[in-house]
Each structure stands twice: as structure tokens, then as C-alpha cells.
């Protein structure tokens, strides 16, 4: 399927779709974006067979590129992290005592800038949709995860110079394997679900 960018995404098949509602509405829906990332953030789930728990905030970005579109998703995730920047307690380890632009640039720091290339990421692939489909929704989320991914370990190599490149891969992608395929593949029946719902609209 080409990349057409025409298609209407998941939050525009309901709702106003013109004029100051819309604008309301789109408000709205970054407000609850930023509340979801926020609130996702800190909920981490055991996963067996896993050394590290699984958090819901890396499900939480996957799911609101692809229901937000480009647009309204970058509006969102960078809202977040102008809002974490700030100092508020809302990164998944983050602390009342760091925070901030400290956290920020310590460990996790790759990884937040990848979750602003994988919201729009996702949100080009749904608008080209994508979303529709579950194999393709697997393939945006594969290049998805992967943009949070290279971003995140190559922060690690150079944070901790002279650990190296396997270092990074062991700590900062092995580990989260099992939890990121589960879930991708509930963000993959998710949206193409939700679809279905709505009645399959389009523009």
C-alpha cells in the first residue's frame, strides 16, 4: 500500500469534523493523550519469562501515533515532554526527586526522542491506512519500535563511553523484547479492531 497520506485516522472518525468543535475536540484529545502517556508511564506489569517488567507507557505512544494521526500524535508527545521537562513526576522512572531535564538526559534520554519519531511514524502510516489493516499495523509498529530503539541504545554508548554497542544492545534492548512483542501485538489488533467499530469510515 502507498503512502497516499489521505486517509482520515481513528480520532477523526468520530466527533466534529470542521470549525471550533473540531478544534475543542483536538484539544481535548491531547489533554487525554498526555493523561494516558502520564498515567501508563507508571504502570509496569511482570511479564513471565522476562527479567524486567513490562510498562505500558512505550503501548501508550504506539497506540495514540497511530489513533492520533501525525498531527495531533506530535502535538501530543511533545506536550508530554514539554510538561516533563518542566519537572512533573510523569517519565516511567522518573522521581519527585529526578526530573525534569536530569532525567531527561540521563539513561532513558534516547528513548524519549525516540518515542517522538515513533508517534510520527505511526501517525504517517496511519494516514496512509495503515491502521486498517493488522499486518500492516505489525510492520508500522516493527519500524515503530525500532525508532525508539537505535535512538535509546545509542544514547546508551554514549552516556556509558566505553561500555560499547553489545553492552548497550544487552541492557538497553534484550531485556524488553518479550514485553515490546506483547505489546505490539495487542497495539496491532487494537486499532484495526476499533476500526471495525467504527465502521470502517474513511475519507
Not at 525508539?148 to 524488553?176: H, Q, R, S
Amino acid at each position: 500500500m502507498a503512502l497516499a497520506l489521505n486517509d482520515k485516522v481513528l480520532t477523526e472518525a468520530f466527533g466534529p469534523s470542521e470549525g471550533t468543535a473540531l478544534r475543542v475536540k483536538q484539544a481535548v484529545m491531547v489533554v487525554l493523550g498526555i493523561l494516558a502517556l502520564a498515567i501508563l508511564a507508571k504502570v509496569k506489569v511482570p511479564v513471565p519469562g522476562s527479567p524486567v517488567e513490562l510498562s505500558m507507557g512505550t503501548f501508550a505512544v504506539l497506540t495514540i501515533g497511530a489513533a492520533y494521526g501525525p498531527r495531533l500524535g506530535l502535538t501530543t508527545i511533545i506536550g508530554y515532554m514539554i510538561i516533563g521537562m518542566l519537572g512533573f513526576d510523569i517519565f516511567q522512572n522518573s522521581t519527585a526527586e529526578l526530573n525534569g531535564l536530569t532525567y531527561m538526559m540521563g539513561s532513558t534520554g534516547g528513548y524519549l526522542v525516540g518515542y517522538v519519531l515513533a508517534t510520527l511514524a505511526l501517525g504517517i502510516a496511519a494516514r496512509a491506512g495503515w491502521d486498517r489493516s493488522v499486518l500492516l499495523m505489525v510492520v508500522a509498529l516493527l519500524v515503530a519500535n525500532a525508532l525508539i530503539y537505535v535512538p535509546g541504545v545509542a544514547w546508551l554508548t554514549v552516556l556509558y563511553e566505553g561500555k560499547g554497542l553489545a553492552w548497550a544492545i544487552e541492557v538497553g534492548l534484550t531485556p524488553f523484547v518479550i514485553g515490546d512483542a506483547l505489546k505490539l501485538g495487542l497495539a496491532a489488533l487494537l486499532i484495526p479492531g476499533l476500526w471495525k467499530l467504527f465502521g470502517n469510515a474513511r475519507s
